[in-house]
């Protein structure tokens, strides 16, 4: 009885210790999160092999793993009140542990594609659940905390997709995938014991009551232009991210651990752009920088079918990366715009729906590169973002709404 104390005791002070602990297992889970969402498409050229798909078919899997994640962003919002952050949290940290499992016992596509879901409804659930308690353990230097999570999510997503095209070409893309699975279950333990209990509430407005206030708020021509913008960005992003290593294996003749290196690249230059345009943002405005990021992502997308040698390729690639600093800045001009009663539904809602609809970019990739269109593709994902350009230039500067 005394041992079984002692060690109740000590998992107490564990769940109420530092939140230096606590913001170490988010992070860890965040940077597993974010990087292995993004190997799929990195070794998706073997796993297309292996299972003798189509491009329409692997551009499905990518829509998939997506389509499932937007499906988590609104109930994730709803339940946290319910169930606290500390369950959902580790829930999330099991289902994309369990979903990697099933990468490596899926013998046909139809089960990969149930693994799929399984990983990306994980993710889902992890994204939003992260932000609230980063921001309900640490107040007044959530930005701080924040920092430091996304700064592991971005180097996840440049690391984790090179490492596992490199193990991919020794030991199999089920291994590369697989043998995350035991980091996603190490990091639920770390989550239950270090993020703490929150009590559940009872809100005084009804999830109707909120909805109606955001289908309300979504007349807003600013709310309107700022959403379209994130969503054309975001659509052409994971088109772009689901297919180059195909089109660079395919097309090009590079090898899979080169392509997937270059991809990681593209999230390296994302890192890089997001530690600049925040303060550009401060300085000039969100929209004109808005509009700058979507200009200058325009440009390496339309050189992607024309420029030769892998130097050359890479600079394309981190170029392409720039695109991933409009995601924080249209997101905090979106929540800014929201109505205050209704902020947290009508993100959870908007962000189900711009994701389920980016979801789709990666499917009609595939269908072009099925007709020999990959050049075509790259031009028509550059048009795109030009037009995320043309309807941010639009939009009124925030201290001015």
Do not use: C, K
Not at 60 to 70: E, F, K, M, S
Not at 76 to 88: F, K, N, P, S, W
Not at 221 to 228: A, G, I
Not at 304 to 328: D, H, K, N, Q, T
Request: proline share 4%; charged share 10%; net charge positive.
């Amino acid at each position: 009885m005394a041992t079984a104390e002692r060690i109740r005791q000590r998992v107490t002070a564990l769940r109420h210790g530092s939140p230096t602990r606590m913001l170490l297992a988010v992070a860890a889970g965040w940077f597993l999160v974010l990087g292995m969402r993004f190997v799929v498409p990195a070794i998706l050229p073997t796993i297309r092999e292996e299972f003798v798909i189509s491009n329409a078919q692997a551009g499905l899997a990518v829509t998939v793993l997506w389509l499932t994640y937007a499906a988590m962003q609104f109930p994730a919002g709803v339940l946290i009140d319910r169930i606290g952050e500390r369950t959902l949290l580790v829930a999330a940290a099991v289902l994309s542990g369990v979903g990697l499992l099933g990468y490596f016992l899926a013998p046909v596509f139809s089960l990969f594609l149930v693994a799929t879901g399984a990983f990306g409804l994980g993710t889902g659930l992890y994204g939003p659940t992260r932000g609230t308690v980063l921001s309900r353990t640490f107040d007044a230097r959530e930005g701080a905390a924040f920092g430091v999570v996304m700064a592991a999510g971005s180097l996840g997503a440049a690391a984790l997709p090179a490492v596992a095209a490199f193990v991919t070409t020794r030991y199999g893309w089920r291994l590369a995938l697989a043998s995350v699975a035991p980091l996603f279950l190490l990091v639920a333990g770390a989550l239950w014991l270090s993020v703490s209990d929150r009590p559940t509430v009872e809100s005084e407005r009804s999830l109707r009551q909120d909805l109606r206030t955001v289908v309300a708020g979504v007349r807003d021509r600013r709310l309107v232009l700022s959403v379209s913008g994130e969503t054309l960005m975001l659509f052409v992003f994971q088109a772009v991210t689901a297919f180059l290593t195909t089109y660079l294996v395919t097309v090009r003749n590079l090898s899979q651990g080169t392509a997937g290196t270059l991809l990681s690249v593209l999230f390296v230059g994302g890192a890089l752009s997001q530690t600049v345009t925040g303060r550009l943002a401060d300085r000039y405005g969100t929209p004109s920088v808005l509009t700058g990021v979507a200009l200058v992502s325009t440009v390496p997308l339309a050189l992607v079918p024309s420029v030769e040698g892998v130097f050359p390729l890479a600079v394309v690639a981190g170029a392409i990366g720039v695109r991933m600093s409009a995601g924080p800045l249209a997101n905090a001009y979106i929540v800014d715009t929201l109505p205050d009663a209704a902020e947290g539904t009508g993100w959870g809602l908007l962000r189900t729906a711009f994701f389920a609809v980016s979801s789709l970019g990666s499917t009609a990739v595939g269908l072009l590169a099925d007709r020999g269109l990959f050049a075509l593709a790259f031009y028509g994902l550059a048009g795109l973002t030009l037009l995320a350009a043309g309807v941010f230039v639009t939009l009124p500067r925030r201290d001015r709404l």
